[in-house]
């Protein structure tokens, strides 16, 4: 296929988003479709929904992995491998510093400006809602099905009622959805990679999950025993983010790698930074007592945690490809689309909006970051300054 974009354009794009997006991973997914959906249309709003329902439905860190995706589509491996260290670096750097004992975020100032990014999650996520539901839900049976999602998503939390939700969106789109229109004719832009490369990717994954446990026995060797761990995190976890944590705390915490309140130190820095919260590994990688620790170790766990979900994601690529321009697959990705929203909207209720959200000055500030986005037309990097500056002023006042 004809790529259309270069690996710096998809670099420094994604190394913007690295910096800005604070949140967690639904909030992520909201600052992608402002910034490469609806400013710089490198897909649209159907195309990105689809490959959101798709990554959902996946093991791994389904932000990234939709990030990935968009690299690959743009700029080809090259830019998938951009998308990726852009996306991740600055959160993994600074996780590195906080290890190392470099506390960025103590203080009244600091927890203000925690608390106003916190808020800005609150108008990116509602931003998101909002305009997929416009091109997304724009029927009846289609914005019932976001309200049964969303109730799903709410009352079965986690990774049970995201995939539950979704299966319901399939059926339902199987079922009444067959007819749509124009619709089922839209362009969608395709990733270019042949069904061996997908074949060999999942293969690769198997050998690694079962393969990785017997070296790690047979050589005795740390570096081995931590790339191990956090494989199997990163591959056995389904709905990313902060699901993946029940995993890394059985697998550094119970085996006496790092201590429970290192662990929590960690956790609660991760949630001061942007970027995907499974660059929290770095942290792990560089405190744990297994492995060579410090920036190697850090490098090891992260490069071992992301890996399974982007060969699963490579893997199943060209399988999608093939099938979801056939009427029924188009279907039920309509109903998967139509679910997609209303787990986006339950998630800005909780966790989103409830942690954010604790008094009338906070709600005031992310009214006005919406605003802004919505109306003003102003980039999410802006919101994110504002939303700071304000959290300040709250903090402070």
Known sequence: MTRTGTVLEVFLAFLRLGVTSFGGPIAHLGYFRDDLVVRRRWMDDRAYADLVALCQFLPGPASSQVGFAMGLQRAGFLGALAAFLAFTLPSAVLLIAFAAGASLFGGPVGGGILDGLKIVAVAIVAQAVWGMARSLTPDAPRAGLAVVAAALALFAPGAVGQIGALIIGVVAGLLLLRDGGAEAGASVPGFGVSRAMGIGCLVLVAVALLG????????????????????????????????????????????????????????????????????????????????????????????????????????????????????????????????????????????????????????????????????????????????AVGGVALALT
């Open 212 to 387: 990785l446990p017997v070296l790690a026995v047979v050589t005795g060797s740390g570096v081995i025993a931590l790339a191990d761990a956090f494989f199997r995190s990163g591959a056995l976890v389904f709905g990313g983010g902060h699901v993946v944590l029940p995993l890394l705390q059985a697998e550094v915490v119970q085996n006496g790698w790092v201590s429970p309140d290192t662990f929590l130190a960690g956790y609660g820095a991760a949630q001061a930074v942007p970027g995907p919260l499974f660059t929290f590994a770095a942290y792990l990688g560089a405190v744990s007592s297994v492995g060579p620790g410090g920036v190697v170790g850090a490098l090891v766990a992260l490069a071992a945690i992301f890996v399974p979900g982007f060969l699963v994601l490579v893997g199943v690529l060209p399988f999608w490809d093939a099938l979801r321009g056939r009427p029924r697959v188009r279907a039920a990705m309509r109903g998967a689309n139509a679910a997609v929203v209303g787990i986006l909207g339950a998630a800005l209720y909780t966790p989103v909006f409830t942690t954010a959200v604790t008094g009338p000055g906070p709600f005031v500030l992310a009214l006005v970051g919406f605003v802004l986005l919505t109306a003003f037309r102003v980039p999410a990097w802006v919101v994110v300054i504002v939303g």
